[in-house]
């Protein structure tokens, strides 16, 4: 069994969305597993905070995937209309064994409809309009991220980090999961205290 | 006061080495501030796990840099008799307020200067390496990052987050790195205990 994880990338999407799950992922694969960006051209995708990144396929030539991931960012805001993207997703989606998000990549997967009936998370700041947007959505609070169904979604930015871990801890082995996170040294310290 | 932050690529750098720095110091920037990526040449950086990356500037157009970081990855031994990068560090180093590296970033601090009588730490897979090619230095060894005077080196990957939120509370101020940690939801929570 080999691993198709798909990445999906957008104008202003936000870097450590898509960056710390990809950093994951592909210290996870093993022989045969591919990770890899799509987005709608091959055109650089320039993300939220400015970086400019080449994706590897566009929504037409993407392989088969068995797990996507959304991520966030003010642009997400804008893909809610993109049929294009929308259209991708619900045509991946069945396929795949997990459909994921991470941030407000919540929104696109409630727009593309993946997210109709289930529970879900997104950025903490994001909550009320989320709410505005989606009132039929159970949201969920204070969870670093939520699983429904095949359906994962994460809370803002640095949360797809343990999400994409625990998702390796599915389609590979708990044990793979801790060796991944070793090898990234994922044993985080946030240097000041207290969040609130 | 405006700072400018500039991370260098190269091939085979590791993403999230650059990436979760460049998400924490872009959250945290204020108007005027600038982060930017630096390279060797202005084509597409091939990063170790295949994300490609466009670089903002050459190490010729370069701005003036208040923080160098250079990222790890296996492309950092390759580095260390890149003429080109290492004169660049050379001459930005001495008026940077903060020398910095992720990972095994360090190897190329030490090749190019910078790490000379300093107490440094990198990737913990990397120890004996370090050791061999730098008998000299100090290496710290189970610590998140290590601070010896201007120069602020970190462990693997993932630890670049901490070293840079550390620094967003000393180039801004505690308060600020408080708030960009909460940006970007980062009270981590690695889904499967203990590394060991």
């Known amino acids: 069994m080999s691993l198709t994880i798909g990445i999906v990338l957008f104008t202003d999407a936000e870097e450590?969305?898509?960056?710390?799950?990809?950093e994951v992922f592909t210290m996870a694969r093993t022989d045969g597993d591919r990770v890899v960006t799509i987005a709608e051209t091959l055109d650089p995708v320039r993300?939220?905070?400015?970086?400019?990144?080449?994706p590897d396929h566009t929504f037409e030539d993407a392989p088969t995937l068995d797990v996507v991931l959304v991520p966030g960012g003010q642009g997400t805001?804008?893909?809610?209309?993109?049929?294009?993207?929308?259209?991708?997703?619900?045509?991946v989606a069945p396929q795949c064994?997990?459909?994921t998000s991470v941030?407000?990549?919540?929104?696109?997967?409630?727009?593309?409809?993946?997210?109709?009936?289930?529970?879900?998370t997104t950025h903490w700041a994001a909550f009320d309009e989320f709410r505005s947007l989606a009132p039929g959505?159970?949201?969920?609070?204070?969870?670093?991220?939520?699983?429904?169904?095949n359906?994962?979604?994460?809370?803002?930015?640095?949360?797809?980090?343990?999400?994409?871990?625990w998702l390796v801890g599915q389609l590979y082995s708990v044990e793979h999961a801790r060796t991944t996170q070793m090898a990234m040294e994922y044993n985080p310290a946030p240097p000041y205290a207290a969040l609130v």
């Open 137 to 149: 959505i159970e949201l969920v609070e204070n969870a670093r991220y939520v699983r429904d169904g």
């Open 47 to 54: 993300c939220r905070k400015g970086l400019r990144v080449l």
């Open 103 to 120: 941030c407000t990549g919540s929104f696109v997967l409630e727009a593309a409809g993946p997210a109709a009936g289930k529970r879900v």
């Open 97 to 99: 064994q997990w459909v």
């Open 16 to 22: 450590l969305d898509w960056a710390g799950p990809w």
């Open 151 to 165: 359906l994962v979604t994460s809370a803002g930015v640095s949360a797809g980090i343990d999400m994409s871990l």
């Open 77 to 91: 805001r804008v893909q809610r209309t993109n049929g294009a993207l929308l259209d991708f997703i619900r045509r």
